[in-house]
């Protein structure tokens, strides 16, 4: 179903040479020509475009729909009327990672929750979403080393994993298109996937070769699932420990200490390139020593360090979105010495969290 002629590396050279090389990445001239170079077809344009739309650094009316339409446009997708899905060829791989993001996430999960309607997905089944986004990343992945396309490998695999009537849909398709096949970019010893099991040891894989490409929500995503497990695994600890002298219960066992550490790592790789959910989150577990996960958390009080903790709630304020609120709000919780006497550092405060996150703003006022 899906080719790439190799057009988008001549498409690619146009761009770097009339629009990178002249104007830059960013400015307004830069993306004024990159939009007429979209309207002429050039597909490293189109999906350029497509991410600005996404991202509403254009003003649009239906956002999520009109990029969508573009990133078709830049992978040289159609669907016609009987919902067949045809590509000329003339696509830019990383195209097919977006077009598969949005096949997995729409009216599901992530800014695509709650967006407007589009009719191509929304005639489809999970189940044929899933499998045409499988495909569709993995097709990305034969062309660019794409950690976004790593890590939806893995999310597909990932939710296979927790639901039985998913995965026998997508089991034939797995294998085809990940046991069956070879990638550069990720190493696994399983040859068949024959259970949910096997899906789940296949989604760490990937979400790990993610995350080691520096991919941040792949890093969120492990480190979610680490704290899961941490969690289970105290509860077990308490729970067959209770009646133990404390001098017995002092020391966690190894297992436990090594997932924490692992809890740290991935929050740590976000963190570390200014991601504001990992950064806070850190900051937290180094202010509390607490580790949540849904409704359940326990508390690891000699992890606390309010030096870090700081740092941390700091850096997820340098590249803001909705959770730096949440971080200015825990700097002005934990620190708020800062503000003693700064009151113009605390309205600016107040000020970005109004703007970022409303919704902590009434907190904010309560401190």
Not at 96 to 104: K, N, P, S, T
Not at 290 to 300: Q, T, Y
Not at 329 to 355: A, C, G, S
Request: net charge negative; hydrophobic share 40%; aromatic share 14%.
């Amino acid at each position: 179903m899906f080719k790439c002629n190799g057009r988008y590396e001549d498409d690619l050279k146009e761009y770097n040479e009339k629009i990178l090389e002249k104007y830059g990445v960013t400015g307004q001239a830069s993306e004024r020509e990159m939009m007429c170079m979209a309207d002429e077809g050039n597909t490293v344009a189109l999906k350029l475009y497509a991410d600005m739309i996404f991202y509403k650094k254009i003003l649009r009316k239906n956002y999520y729909r009109d990029a969508f339409e573009l990133y078709m446009k830049a992978a040289g997708m159609t669907v016609d009327e009987e919902g067949n899905w045809e590509c000329s060829g003339d696509s830019y791989p990383l195209s097919f990672w977006g077009i598969g993001y949005y096949l997995v996430n729409y009216k599901r999960e992530s800014v695509l929750k709650n967006c407007e309607t589009i009719e191509i997905i929304e005639n489809m089944t999970l189940g044929e979403r899933m499998k045409l986004a499988l495909q569709m990343a993995v097709h990305c992945l034969d062309f660019e080393s794409a950690a976004g396309a790593i890590n939806l490998v893995g999310r597909i695999l990932y939710e296979a994993s927790k639901n039985e009537e998913l995965f026998n849909i997508l089991q034939p398709v797995i294998q085809k298109n990940v046991i069956d096949h070879e990638f550069v970019e990720v190493e696994f010893e399983i040859s068949e996937c024959n259970s949910m099991k096997d899906a789940a040891e296949l989604a760490e894989t990937f979400f790990i070769s993610a995350a080691q490409e520096g991919y941040v929500f792949a890093c969120n995503s492990l480190a979610s699932k680490e704290a899961g497990r941490i969690i289970s695994m105290k509860k077990e600890y308490d729970k067959a420990s209770a009646g133990k002298a404390e001098e017995e219960n002092s020391k966690l066992p190894e297992d436990i200490s090594e997932s924490i550490m692992n809890y740290i790592c991935f929050l740590k790789l976000a963190a570390d390139k200014y991601e504001p959910y990992a950064a806070n989150r850190l900051g937290l577990f180094y202010a509390t020593g607490e580790i949540i996960s849904g409704e359940d958390k326990v508390a690891f009080r000699d992890y606390i360090d309010y030096s870090l903790a700081k740092e941390y709630f700091l850096k997820a304020t340098v590249y803001p979105d909705s959770n730096s609120a949440w971080a200015y709000f825990n700097l002005m919780k934990f620190f708020p010495k800062m503000y003693d006497r700064d009151i113009e550092l605390m309205n600016e405060h107040m000020d970005y969290i109004k703007v970022l996150n409303p919704k902590v703003y009434d907190d904010a006022m309560e401190l």
